[in-house]
C-alpha cells in the first residue's frame, strides 16, 4: 500500500502562468536558459536555474546558488505569482502535445513509501546530480518540481480523476513547445477521502521520471529530521502534519503514461566492413531492405541504417512468456546480441562510440547523424509501461537510455513547500 497525500499546494496564479510556467531544470543548458528567461516567458527558470541571474561563470553548485534560488522563489511569492491553497488538494494536471494525452493526479507522496522501496526506482542515480538536488531543495524550503511516478491503472482513481475534469479548469497555458497544461483543483473532502483510500490499496508506484529529485526528498528530510525519522508520519487530517514526510509527485496511470523510444547511433563498425557486420546481424535477426525510413514500432523488431539503406529487423529468437523481464527488452536484446558481441559497445554508459537519440526527434534525426559520418543507427520500438514496472518489480534496474517520456511534467504549475 501507498500513501498518497493532499497537500497545502502553493499554485500559480491564473493570470501569471503564462509567463512562469518553464521546462524542467534539467533539459536546457545555462545558456539556453537565460535566453528563455529573456522573452518574459519562463519565469520560474530564475527558481530553478539561478545562475542566470548570477554573473556569467558562477558555479552554479555553489551555496550562493541555492541562495539566490530561495530569494527567487519567495520573491515569487511575496508578488503573488504563487498562491498558497487555504486548505490541503489534490490537483489534476492534463497535458495535449499533439495527439498525446497525459493525465496525472498532483499530490504528496510518502518519503517513508520511498525509504522502504514501496515506491521503486529503475534507474541509478549520480552522486554529484543528485546532491544538487538536496541543496536545492534544502535551500528554498520547497519540493519545487514534480517527480513523475506512475502505477498500474486502476478504474476507481481514474473515475475520481475524470469527475474533477467536467469542470472548467482553473488554468489553462500553452508552454514552450507547444505543450497544453491544463490544471484542476480537487478540494472536496470525499473526493479526497476516497484518493487516499484507493491509494492504500495500490501496492506500489514507480519513479517514471524524477529520480534525482525523489532520493533527494528523503535525503533532505534526514538532513533537517535526523537519520531516525517516525516510520509513521504524523497527519493533520488527510495531510502529512510535516511536509517534509511528502514530496511532490504527479501520479499518471499507466495507460495515459507516453514513452517514446530511445534511438542508438554508433559510430563506427569495429573494424567490420558494412557487408561482414550486415552478414552477422543476419544471424540474430531477420532483415528485410526499406526503401523508407524504419521507425520501431513493434516488440521484438526495430529498424536499422546502414550507410543510405533502411532495414526491418525482428529478432529470430524471440524471448519466451517466461523469460526474465529485464533481458527481455528491447534495449536489452539489442545490447546483447549485436551492439555487445558485434560492435564491441560492453558498456554504454561509458562506451563514446554509442550515443542516443530521443525518439521525439524522428528518423530524421537519425539520417542526419549517418549522413554526418556515424555507422549505423538503430530506430527502437518504445518501452512498454508495463515492462519497466516488471523490472522494477523484481528489483531491477533499466539500461542506460531506455525510455523518453513526453510530454514532460512542467515546472512553475504548483508547489509542495515545508
Not at 40 to 54: A, K, Y
Not at 267 to 296: C, H, N, Y
Not at 368 to 386: E, I
Amino acid at each position: 500500500m501507498v500513501a498518497v497525500r493532499p497537500f497545502r499546494a502553493l499554485v500559480v496564479s491564473p493570470s501569471a502562468a503564462d509567463r512562469t510556467v518553464s521546462l524542467p531544470y534539467d533539459v536546457m543548458n545555462a545558456a539556453e536558459a537565460t535566453q528563455m528567461a529573456a522573452t518574459g516567458r519562463n519565469q520560474f527558470l530564475h527558481v530553478s536555474r539561478p545562475e542566470i541571474d548570477l554573473p556569467e561563470g558562477s558555479d552554479p553548485h555553489a551555496p550562493e546558488a541555492y541562495a539566490q534560488s530561495a530569494r527567487a522563489l519567495a520573491a515569487l511569492i511575496a508578488d503573488g505569482t504563487f498562491v498558497r491553497q487555504g486548505e490541503p488538494v489534490m490537483l489534476v494536471l492534463r497535458e495535449t502535445m499533439g495527439e498525446l494525452v497525459q493525465i496525472g493526479l498532483v499530490a504528496s507522496a510518502s518519503v517513508d513509501d520511498y525509504d522502504r522501496t514501496d515506491i521503486r526506482i529503475h534507474e541509478f542515480t549520480r552522486p554529484d546530480k543528485e546532491l544538487d538536488r538536496v541543496n536545492h531543495i534544502d535551500a528554498v524550503g520547497a519540493h519545487d518540481e514534480p517527480v513523475f511516478l506512475t502505477y498500474r491503472a486502476d478504474a476507481a482513481i481514474s473515475a475520481v480523476v475524470a469527475r474533477a475534469l467536467s469542470s472548467a479548469p482553473l488554468i489553462e497555458v500553452t508552454a514552450d513547445g507547444g505543450v497544453r497544461h491544463e490544471l484542476w483543483v480537487i478540494d472536496d473532502q470525499s473526493d479526497l477521502a476516497t484518493l487516499v483510500d484507493l491509494f492504500a490499496a495500490i501496492p506500489r508506484t514507480y519513479v517514471a521520471d524524477g529520480h534525482h529529485r525523489s532520493a533527494a526528498a528523503s535525503v533532505v528530510r534526514k538532513r533537517r529530521k535526523g537519520d531516525n525519522p517516525p516510520r509513521t508520519p504524523a497527519l493533520d487530517g488527510l495531510q502529512f502534519a510535516d511536509g517534509l514526510d511528502g514530496f511532490l509527485a504527479v501520479l499518471v496511470p499507466s495507460d495515459s503514461t507516453n514513452v517514446m523510444a530511445y534511438n542508438r547511433v554508433v559510430q563506427d563498425l569495429a573494424g567490420r566492413s558494412a557487408e561482414d557486420f550486415l552478414s552477422e546481424v543476419a544471424k540474430v535477426v531477420q532483415i528485410e531492405p526499406s526503401a523508407t525510413a524504419v521507425a520501431g514500432q513493434q516488440k521484438y523488431s526495430f529498424g536499422m541504417l546502414l550507410g543510405d539503406q533502411w532495414y526491418q529487423c525482428r529478432y529470430l529468437d524471440i524471448p519466451t512468456a517466461d523469460a526474465d523481464p529485464l533481458r527481455a527488452l528491447d534495449v536489452s536484446l539489442l545490447q546483447d546480441r549485436i551492439l555487445g558481441p558485434l560492435l564491441g559497445i560492453e558498456d554504454p554508459r561509458t562506451d563514446q562510440r554509442i550515443s542516443f537519440v530521443g525518439g521525439i526527434r524522428g528518423t530524421a534525426e537519425l539520417e542526419r547523424l549517418v549522413g554526418a559520418g556515424a555507422a549505423v543507427a538503430f530506430s527502437m520500438p518504445a518501452t512498454a509501461v508495463l515492462d519497466l514496472i516488471a523490472v522494477a518489480d523484481k528489483g531491477d534496474v533499466m539500461p542506460p537510455k531506455s525510455t523518453w517520456f513526453e510530454p514532460k511534467l512542467p515546472s512553475g504549475l504548483f508547489i509542495h513547500p515545508f
